[in-house]
């Protein structure tokens, strides 16, 4: 896998002299990122023997079969089905089967209405970009993911804002500046969509929503100021049946707009659907003005199937044993690496640090993402590390995260037992032993040898 990565990250535009110039443009430009192994690449498929701390299988639904064995029931009940939708919602496509079962989605969720999309990038941006109308604003915490941006961009808003992360106080200063700036939002003509994250992709932490849905009623007793939350990292791992967080908190009626990814905690349903939930109103907006449905085939029958056997094993309650096996393989690992004797000299030396391990004793449900920060550059190094001892874990860095936020990200699944959680805390802290060893100068070579080995390879 290695090897593929740093073949990936040789630089080409040079060797593309003769070329026409258009490739090697492109070429050059990607070198820019290959030269500091930062360019994105496609990276090749590792079989299991490697431990999995970066997958989104976190309920091992994948793995196991158990989606697959699933799959193919919900298909043997309906042996006539046709393959395609062969139009989109707006003209042909909107078939008995995805009404049933965006019916079934909502009761499950205690929604209103349930609208599928092809994937859960597509019902963050789609939404975003397709609700508010010109003179609404839109607010955000400033670490939503890539697709609410992309959504933002395209919105009509009028003004978009950023408020601190996890921040009740921020969200409130940045409410009463836009109730000071216009009218229209204290008389309630315009609108303000809030949008959040149950579970945050890089940092793990769950959003305040109840404090934060307080605030929003308190400015906006008018209910102009509305809620869209990303349940990307919180479906099938947190709240009753893995309902998350919202169906956790009983805030459905206070959340105009939930997104559920049915391509993570729900056996990476293969192909991979969002689920809007919201009310009718929303789903007619979404109908009428969101590009993605009006411009595009609506879901195939085997891609609302393949979810509809996913939410049938959540339904019977199998996401309860995961949930509570990955509670217990953080808390391990937490409990383990704190224990280890290099640990404080580690968070000390800033050669890593954990900010969970803080405070997760006092954290009744802990989630099952947990960066390791490290130094810029170290993530590489500690990825390296990992990897060269048979555990997968990548390496994040800017503009995923912000500069000098640079990480290790874990992931923590039902497949991963005590003893891999146990491992995984012996190497890393391996790996900030040798970092406190070449600080100490007690080294010849200022680079780790997992780093030293994967540079001197050959490709
Ligand atoms: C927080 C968050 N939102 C949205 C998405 C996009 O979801 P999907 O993979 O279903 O397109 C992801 C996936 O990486 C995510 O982590």
């Known amino acids: 896998m290695l090897t593929k990565w740093l073949q990936d990250h040789k630089p080409r535009g040079a060797a593309m002299k003769d070329q026409p110039a258009f490739y090697r443009n492109l070429e050059q430009h990607m070198d820019i990122h290959r030269a500091d192994h930062s360019l994105w690449v496609a990276k090749p498929r590792w079989d299991d023997s490697v431990l999995d701390f970066t997958s989104s299988d976190f309920l091992s639904f994948n793995r196991s079969g158990r989606i697959r064995e699933a799959f193919l029931e919900e298909l043997g009940r309906h042996e006539n089905f046709r393959l395609s939708a062969s139009g989109s919602r707006v003209q042909y496509g909107n078939y008995d089967y995805l009404i049933q079962t965006e019916n079934e989605l909502a009761t499950f969720h205690k929604a209103e209405a349930a609208y599928l999309v092809h994937s859960g990038y597509m019902a963050n941006a789609g939404s975003m970009a397709a609700i508010p109308l010109p003179g609404d604003a839109i607010v955000y915490d400033d670490a939503v993911h890539a697709s609410c941006h992309e959504g933002m961009e395209l919105s009509l808003a009028s003004s978009k804002i950023s408020f601190r992360h996890n921040d009740s106080d921020s969200l409130r200063e940045v409410l009463i500046s836009l109730k000071e700036s216009n009218a229209a939002f204290v008389l309630g003509t315009s609108s303000i969509l809030v949008a959040v994250e149950s579970v945050y992709s890089m940092d793990g932490d769950i959003c305040p929503l109840a404090e934060l849905v307080q605030v929003v009623k308190e400015l906006f007793p008018l209910g102009n100021a509305q809620f869209i939350i990303d349940e990307a990292h919180s479906n099938g791992v947190i709240g009753p049946l893995g309902g998350g967080l919202v169906d956790m908190l009983g805030l459905q009626k206070d959340i105009a707009i939930r997104v559920h990814m049915c391509s993570k905690a729900l056996g990476s349903t293969g192909v991979k659907l969002g689920v809007i939930l919201c009310n009718k109103t929303v789903r007619d907006r979404l109908i009428s003005n969101a590009r993605f449905a009006i411009y595009s085939g609506a879901p195939s029958f085997p891609m609302v199937a393949c979810m509809r056997a996913g939410y049938r094993l959540l339904e019977n309650g199998q996401a309860e044993k995961g949930m509570a096996k990955i509670q217990s393989s953080v808390r391990h690992f937490l409990s383990t690496i704190t224990a280890h004797p290099v640990w404080e000299e580690a968070v000390n030396e800033g050669i890593l640090n954990i900010p969970l391990t803080e405070e997760y004793e006092d954290i009744e449900c802990l989630t099952?993402?947990?960066?390791?920060?490290?130094?810029?550059?170290?993530?590489?190094?500690?990825?390296?590390?990992?990897?060269?001892?048979?555990?997968?874990?990548?390496a994040i860095t800017f503009p995923v995260v912000p500069k000098g936020k640079s990480r290790v990200r874990l992931v923590f699944h039902a497949h991963n037992d005590l003893d891999q959680a146990e491992t995984l805390a012996?190497?890393?802290?391996?790996?900030?032993?040798?970092?406190?060893?070449?600080?100490?100068?007690?080294?010849?070579?200022?680079?780790?040898?997992a780093a030293r080995q994967v540079y001197a390879m050959k490709f």
């Open 368 to 394: 099952h993402i947990v960066p390791v920060l490290t130094r810029p550059k170290h993530e590489l190094y500690l990825f390296f590390h990992l990897m060269i001892n048979n555990i997968n874990a990548y």
């Open 426 to 449: 012996r190497v890393i802290c391996e790996w900030a032993q040798e970092m406190l060893n070449i600080e100490a100068g007690e080294t010849e070579s200022s680079i780790p040898s």
